[in-house]
């Protein structure tokens, strides 16, 4: 059974009511809908993608079985970790000092997108229960990701043209990230 988590700083949340994104997104053709009132949640096996304080901008890639052996080594590396995280040196301070919620919900309302652990909930959802993470970079390791901390997520932009799965979290928060300035993210 797959378990459900929705991360926030609030640690008052009784209830999730489904809301628009904040920032929508250019959607395929009959996906529009995943930009409307929704209650979003992480599967257990990708809740490191949101072990951040909520506007760190990150980029979390990992190896899929496709992924070629030259780009496993050119960027996870050697100890072959699960993933690896990177955040700009302006936040690992706030991130070291954060603390997050983390609610679980129950996936009776929830359909999986097939991207990245994402679920989503047209419905209202209760959270049965709720834990306090802190210690982020801890939490991040604890789960075999291995954070790095970069001055500039501008050259990891190759990313994408890699064999790895890469996701861009918040990087319209980035300071230095190529599309910052136009208001776009990947």
Same mark, same amino acid.
């Given at each position: 059974?797959?378990? $459900?988590?929705?991360?926030?700083?609030?640690?008052?949340?009784?209830?999730?009511?489904?809301?628009?994104? #904040?920032?929508?997104?250019?959607?395929?053709?009959?996906?529009?809908? $995943?930009?409307?009132?929704?209650? /979003?949640?992480?599967?257990?096996?990708?809740?490191?993608?949101? $072990?951040?304080?909520?506007?760190?901008?990150?980029?979390?890639?990992?190896?899929?079985?496709?992924?070629?052996?030259?780009d496993r080594e050119a960027w996870l590396g050697p100890g072959d970790p699960r993933?690896?995280?990177?955040?700009?040196?302006?936040?690992?301070? #706030?991130?070291?000092?954060?603390?997050?919620?983390?609610?679980?919900?129950?996936?009776?309302?929830?359909?999986?997108?097939?991207?990245?652990?994402?679920?989503?909930?047209?419905?209202?959802?209760?959270?049965?229960?709720?834990?306090?993470?802190? #210690?982020?970079?801890?939490?991040?390791?604890?789960?075999?990701?291995?954070? #790095?901390?970069?001055?500039?997520?501008?050259?990891?932009?190759?990313? /994408?043209?890699?064999?790895?799965?890469?996701?861009?979290?918040?990087?319209?928060?980035?300071?230095?990230?190529?599309?910052?300035?136009?208001?776009?993210?990947?």
């Amino acid at each position: 059974m797959v378990r $459900l988590f929705h991360f926030s700083d609030d640690p008052a949340i009784e209830r999730f009511e489904p809301r628009p994104v #904040r920032m929508p997104s250019a959607r395929p053709a009959g996906r529009e809908w $995943l930009n409307g009132p929704l209650v /979003w949640a992480i599967d257990d096996a990708h809740e490191m993608l949101y $072990l951040f304080p909520r506007d760190c901008p990150r980029i979390v890639a990992w190896a899929t079985p496709r992924t070629s052996l030259a780009d496993r080594e050119a960027w996870l590396g050697p100890g072959d970790p699960r993933a690896v995280a990177f955040i700009e040196t302006a936040w690992i301070d #706030r991130l070291r000092a954060a603390e997050i919620q983390r609610y679980e919900l129950p996936p009776a309302t929830f359909s999986c997108l097939e991207d990245a652990g994402m679920w989503v909930s047209e419905a209202p959802v209760v959270p049965f229960g709720r834990v306090v993470l802190s #210690r982020l970079d801890h939490e991040v390791a604890r789960r075999g990701v291995d954070l #790095r901390v970069v001055d500039s997520l501008a050259p990891l932009a190759a990313l /994408w043209d890699s064999s790895l799965h890469v996701s861009g979290i918040r990087l319209r928060n980035s300071v230095t990230w190529p599309l910052a300035q136009s208001g776009t993210s990947r």
